[in-house]
């Protein structure tokens, strides 16, 4: 599969995380802090109440590592979980998960003609944006999917602020996530892909920027802890009360 110097072509990255599932949940198993910290942007969402009363998408759920952490920052909350990748999906849903979670598959620039409707509370996007076609777009349809005063919350890498961050992911990548990814697949499309769409993807400042120009109020991030200090992020913003904010 052919990656370019920003990744492979975004239509094609539901296939390669087909190709991918079988081993997703080992190779992120092995990343220190993997879970841990998408606990932590899930908690940085500040859900009030655990959740009670309260709808939550989980926007590219993938295998359900997003879903598990919101489950904890919110276990009184419905949650649904969507992703267009059905190997990942199907991993997602074997899990044991309380009736309160569901999945559906769906692009996200598909939700409606799955029957993913708003309003909701709140919004989790795990690593999904970075592989979006049309991110400005999708970002503004997530938004109009929120209740006003819902928050939105994005957690992703970004290392372009940052040399030392740059640094440390070429070499995170080449000396683990390419060759174990390499070894267990059989292929290593789809983490030269992660590799690439990194490097090309906006600093912290331009994605913050991003949120603001798709009418979020609010936009702040915070960073990670470990390894990942200054290369994942938790990006959050608000739905504004009204409009015209």
Not at 176 to 203: E, K, M, N, Q
Request: contains cysteine.
């Amino acid at each position: 599969m052919r990656v370019e110097r920003d990744g492979m072509a975004r239509s094609a990255v539901p296939d390669a995380f087909d190709a991918g599932a079988a081993a997703y949940d080992r190779l992120v198993g092995a990343n220190p802090g993997y879970h841990a910290h998408l606990r932590l942007s899930a908690r940085r969402m500040r859900i009030p109440d655990g959740g009670r009363g309260l709808r939550l998408l989980d926007a590219g759920c993938g295998t359900g590592a997003s879903t598990a952490a919101l489950l904890v920052a919110a276990p009184h909350a419905e949650i649904v979980g969507v992703d267009a990748s059905p190997e990942m999906l199907a991993r997602a849903a074997a899990k044991p998960w309380p009736g309160s979670v569901r999945f559906v598959r769906a692009r996200v620039e598909d939700l409606g003609e799955s029957g993913v409707a708003g309003p909701f509370d709140g919004i989790f996007a795990a690593y999904l944006v970075r592989n979006l076609a049309d991110p400005n777009g999708q970002l503004r349809q997530l938004r109009a999917l929120l209740r006003p005063g819902g928050t939105f919350a994005a957690h992703e890498y970004s290392v372009r602020d940052s040399l030392g961050a740059t640094v440390v992911w070429h070499a995170v990548c080449w000396s683990v996530i390419i060759p174990a990814g390499t070894v267990l697949t059989g292929s290593s499309a789809l983490y030269r892909h992660l590799w690439r769409s990194v490097t090309s993807f906006d600093g912290a400042r331009r994605f913050r920027q991003r949120l603001v120009d798709a009418g979020f109020t609010g936009v702040h991030s915070e960073t990670m802890t470990g390894w990942q200090r200054g290369v994942v992020h938790t990006f959050l913003g608000t739905n504004p009360l009204r409009e015209d904010a």
